[in-house]
């Protein structure tokens, strides 16, 4: 496993994340009583395209970000984990016990004790260690802060008991078992993955245990757009039902016909049995399953146009998976708190300042938290003031893609 530096990790940005590790090291040392050993890093990720399609086998183009969360360690010489979180209550977990446990789900222990078991099923080892951990990552919001965390774990897992060998699709998986598992989250594994390998990645999910990743080299800053990510101040922490409803309504369509996932069909077999399928599985599965067909072809799609160059191709793209996850996938507000839909003004506002121009969409699982927009840079400063204007100061994040994955970091 190697290090990077920090400004292999974070490009221009690399002298303002020496001093926020600086500030975590002088926390950790208050803590612990003791200076940290090791410092690990961990990013967000940016879903591009591909809107739920990640739990039935399908492909998705995603990235990792410049938000990121990091971590001071030290090995300890027991079975032992303390973690403490900025803003956060102190996680202890004692790694003797792998199973997972009704009074951890939902929380961050879970994910601790989740990601341990999963590497030690795999034949890896784990073991104890002390560990501060901040974050910029934005919980709730659909930038994924509870993969970046699983990931960061699992690199500190791998780097402190197994020399490094762990590869970053194996802590994406582990990653994902204890969010599914243990924190008891029914996630797809398209949010470990992009945040475990970095850069910016197609993935397909058709063979699980091997999933096929391909690197995509891209630059939306020579192409005069920035990528934004608004966060509507809504939270996904209690909206887990609404989440978890997306990949059962698809499996219920592939279960109709004998099927695991709908990777496993083609959209004609759906058009074609319409009358079945909606007294079956009801209308929002069929169209769910629709967008699943629809989404998953998008991929290919704007993959090959960014990489021909054609930049307003790839807009169109990604408007019209918006589209499909507004009206087909349903996935813009809550059905069961209809008087909250900041993702809806979000968009509204995003596109009354983009006209024809550039592109938005819902970011990530929905319901609530984030947008994303790319917006053209003659148009930035307008698009950031509107959603400020309606979400308050900070909402909107300038992002850029970050080159490096879960890692282990280099602060000599």
Known sequence: MAKYTLRQIYLSD???????????????ERIFGEKPERFFSASGRSEVGGNHTDHNCGRVLACAVSLDVIACVTPRN?????????????????????????????ISSSLIRGVAAALTRMGYKAGGFNGYTTSSVLKGSGISSSAAFE????????????????????????????ENEFFGKPSGLMDQMASSVGGFITIDFKDL???????????????????????TKGSHADLTSEYAAIPA????VAEFFAKDCLRE????????????????????????????????????????????????????????????????????????????????????????????????????????????????????????????NLFGKGACFVLSIRPVGGTEVDLT
């Open 78 to 106: 027991d079975n032992i984990v303390r973690v403490k979180s900025e803003g956060f209550p102190e996680d202890e977990v004692d790694l003797s016990s792998l199973e997972p446990s009704q009074n951890e789900l939902g």
């Open 249 to 252: 309504e698809m499996k219920s």
């Open 151 to 178: 990931v960061l774990i699992g690199n500190i897992f791998n780097s402190l008991y197994n020399n490094g060998e762990i590869d970053a699709v194996k802590i994406a998986m582990a990653s994902q078992t204890a």
């Open 265 to 388: 069909l083609d959209k004609s077999t759906i058009l074609k049995n319409y009358e079945a399928l909606r007294r079956r599985c009801g209308d929002r599965a069929v169209l769910r399953a629709l967008h699943f067909f629809d989404d998953n072809d998008r991929v290919v799609k704007q993959a090959q146009a960014l990489e021909n160059g054609d930049f307003e191709t790839f807009l169109k793209l990604v408007n019209e998976s918006g589209y499909s996850s507004y009206c087909y996938l349903q996935n813009i507000y809550a059905s069961s708190d209809p008087r909250n839909q900041g993702m809806s003004l979000g968009l509204y506002t995003a596109k009354n300042v983009l006209g024809d121009r550039g592109a938005c969409r819902v970011h990530g699982g929905g319901f609530a938290g984030t947008i994303q927009a790319f917006v053209p840079n003659d148009l930035l400063d307008e698009f950031i003031s509107a959603q400020e």
């Open 209 to 231: 245990k091997n999933p096929e990743i391909k690197a995509i080299s891209f630059d939306f800053a020579k192409a005069g757009y920035s990528l934004c990510i608004v966060d």
């Open 14 to 28: 690399a002298d303002a994340q020496r001093e926020r590790f600086s500030k975590a090291i002088e926390k950790y």
